[in-house]
């Protein structure tokens, strides 16, 4: 009889069930043979990338045969200049989802808790059951945060806390004083993980939003990560980085793949992070679209999340995967969050104004509004 090969695996990799992304483009086109489709599923950038971009990576182009620089010096520097951090404090990855797991295999292990939230990112989980550490997610409030409760459930055995700011699915955040407590309150041998993927989208839009990057000379316990593939456009090339105290990184790019960020990448995302100019027209278009899609959800009487990301997650009232499959039908992808026990909800990315357009007309038709 031949060796049962799934039980070789270890008991967290076990359970895991694997990150669902959104439906891409080609696959609905190919399950019901329709074109015209409009993903607005997965968060991206709908403006497509920055021409600086487009521009670094054309003359990268003979640098194909060669290994990228592993230290990632350039990107580093100019980060470094826009953040004014030192290079001893970046590890750079590939997407800020490795650096997440890079950090869970760092600091925790079996005997080891993890803290988050209810309906926080669903990688969280996903590290923490990868290494076999125990989770522990506490309730949210009003679909957000509640930082006193987290920072209770902090013991002994506690190594990690991971906060999404802004959260994703839900698109809610935590104020600067909420966050200043909360850090405060934590024990210095405990590492929080500051997941800022879509803080570029704030803007100035909310004052009492927190820069985690200005709170690192206050925590060396704090690690803040954030990524290109949002507000800077990114996505494909799947490249991140996280600031924190230089010890930290140290640790971090101790464990960290070689050459896990490609020439690619790191030109392309060293050129768009001086191009300001991208970055502003990606906030307008993200804040026209966000009044477009908030104003005809409260047209259709459809309850939603606010949100200061790039997405709103909206109650349809209903199975919400009953609704997900008849906007398909109709060439519009959105994204269910029934992973994160919102059997009712939906999310959708703010795209173009020609596809939000799209989407509501769409909603519309599907909830009979």
């Known amino acids: 009889m031949g060796c049962d090969l799934f039980s070789l695996a270890t008991e967290g990799v076990q359970g895991l069930h694997p990150y669902q992304p959104g439906k891409p483009i080609e696959e609905l086109e190919r ?8 993903k607005l599923a997965s968060n991206e950038n709908p403006l497509g990338p920055s021409p600086k971009a487009l521009n670094a990576i054309e003359l990268a182009f003979q640098e194909l045969c060669r290994y990228p620089d592993g230290g990632g010096f350039k990107l580093k520097t100019a980060l470094c200049e826009r953040y004014n951090t030192q290079i001893d404090q970046v590890t750079l990855g590939n997407g800020s989802n490795d650096l997440l797991e890079i950090i869970a295999r760092v600091f925790a292990d079996k005997q080891s808790e993890i803290v988050f939230s209810q309906y926080a990112f669903a990688v969280y989980p996903l590290v923490t059951q990868s290494i076999g550490a125990k989770a522990v997610e506490v309730p949210a409030v009003d679909w957000g945060h509640d930082l006193v409760a987290m920072a209770e459930a902090i013991n002994d055995r506690t190594k990690l806390v991971f906060i999404a700011n802004p959260n994703n699915p839900t698109g809610t955040y935590v104020s600067k004083s909420d966050l200043i407590r909360f850090l405060d309150a934590v ?3 405990v590492i929080v993980v500051l997941d800022e993927a879509y803080c570029e989208y704030i803007g100035g839009s909310h004052q009492d939003f927190p820069d985690g990057v200005s709170l690192l000379t206050s925590y060396p316990n704090l690690i803040v990560t954030r990524t290109f593939s949002k507000a800077w456009g990114l996505a494909s090339l799947r490249v991140g980085y996280a600031l924190s105290h230089p010890d930290v990184a140290d640790l971090l790019n101790r464990v960290r793949q070689p050459f896990n960020v490609d020439t690619f990448a790191l030109e392309a ?6 191009d300001d100019e991208y970055l502003e027209l990606s906030r307008k278009t993200n804040l026209d679209g966000m009044q477009a899609l908030t104003s005809g959800f409260e047209r259709m009487g459809v309850d939603y999340i606010p949100s200061v990301g790039n997405f709103v997650t909206f109650d349809t009232g209903r199975d919400a995967i009953a609704v997900y499959q008849s906007l398909l039908a109709q060439g519009v992808i959105v994204r269910p969050v029934a992973n994160y026990g919102m ?5 959708v990315s703010i795209g173009l104004p020609e596809e939000n357009a799209r989407f509501l007309k769409a909603l519309a038709e599907v909830l009979g509004k």
Not at 343 to 347: A, E, G, I, S, V
């Open 31 to 38: 399950e019901l043979g329709i074109t015209n489709i409009v």
């Open 187 to 189: 024990p210095q041998r």
């Open 269 to 274: 995302a060293t050129a768009v992070l001086a």
């Open 343 to 347: 059997t009712q909800h939906l999310r």
